[in-house]
């Protein structure tokens, strides 16, 4: 069975209640929850029936438990979170003014999982990825380690690219999480000279290369699979010996909430990789999805509310990206 390694870090999620926010008060009460890009994507991943690890960080307290917890309940496996005696997961905080405006706030300075490349374990943890069949991150993932563990991660996934293993990388671009956009550029050329598999967004691109038209922004990833997708809902694909532009059915249902639209895509895109689809059908594939989770509020929807898992083509394992 085909696996994938998503590595990235989940942080507790406090939420501004519909009563504060209603009333336009700063303060009132906030529920709490848990969060993460690479995190959403394992769970659609595992919802999607592929075998997916998570590869984090968490301290040894109890709401580390419940994410543990969480994310086994979900048939994400976890089996590589590293454990870090006194540390704690990151916070972040959404507050929500009258007009619904949402802010967001941060303290994950001194998080566990900032710390995963630079662990006794890491080491093991690393050569673990020659195991995957798909090695997966975010441009945040990167941003949270420093120089040093950005190359110690690059050079495992270099090894394991040349035992099959292939690696796909999200742009998803958060500047608040970088010291300024020049480190941003140097590791997105980094990443994109190392990835099978780009999946970028004209959001992201133009926070780096502004003015840029779509051609450029394409032309910067020398990757041959390139998933790009547009400010409307449709994609524009490259990949050997084509290129090809995929658009999203129409929504029937009214949008509450785009968090997390694209970690959905990439779940639902890999897992047709996986199983033997083209680039196209496996882009159609992640609109399909990502239109259903914009439908509901947070980031992982019902599990009632998944699509129907649609049969794709059997493909054996290592080679049904190829």
């Known amino acids: 069975m085909a696996s994938v390694a998503c590595i990235g870090e989940c942080m507790v999620e406090l939420r501004q209640a519909q009563s504060g926010a209603s009333a336009g008060q700063g303060g009132g009460l906030y529920s709490r929850g848990f969060g993460g890009d690479t995190l959403n994507t394992a769970v659609y991943l595992a919802r999607l029936e592929v075998k997916v690890d998570y590869l984090t960080a968490l301290g040894d307290d109890a709401l580390s438990d419940e994410m543990i917890a969480a994310w086994a309940a979900e048939n994400v496996g976890t089996r590589r979170v590293v454990r870090l005696a006194g540390k704690l997961p990151g916070l972040y905080m959404i507050q929500t003014d009258a ?20 662990l006794p374990e890491t080491g093991e943890l690393l050569n673990s990825l020659m195991s995957y069949d798909i090695i997966y991150l975010s441009a945040i993932t990167l941003s949270i380690y420093d120089q040093a563990g950005r190359e ?102 009214p949008v509450v909430d785009t968090t997390a639209a694209g970690d959905s895509f990439a779940a639902a895109y890999i897992a047709a990789r996986l199983a033997g689809s083209d680039p196209v059908e496996a882009a159609l594939s992640g609109h399909r999805l990502a239109s259903v989770v914009i439908c509901y509020a947070g980031a992982i929807i019902p599990g009632y509310a998944m699509p129907p898992k649609k049969r794709h083509r059997p493909a054996t394992s290592r080679q049904a990206t190829k």
């Open 99 to 118: 007009n619904g405006e949402r802010q967001f706030f941060h303290w994950r300075d001194s998080a566990a999982a900032r710390q995963l490349m630079s």
């Open 152 to 253: 110690r991660l690059f050079a495992a996934i270099k090894r394991a690219r040349l035992l099959g293993t292939r690696f796909v990388f999200d742009t998803n671009f958060r500047a608040r999480g970088w010291p300024d956009r020049d480190v941003a550029r140097a590791v997105f050329e980094a990443a994109f000279a190392a990835a099978d598999i780009v999946l970028t967004s004209t959001e992201d691109l133009l926070a780096l290369y502004p003015g840029e038209s779509n051609d450029q922004l394409m032309a910067r990833i020398p990757t041959s699979e390139l998933v790009f997708r547009l400010a409307e809902p449709a994609s524009l694909l490259r990949f050997p010996g084509a290129t090809h532009e995929v658009r999203a059915e129409p929504m029937t249902n």
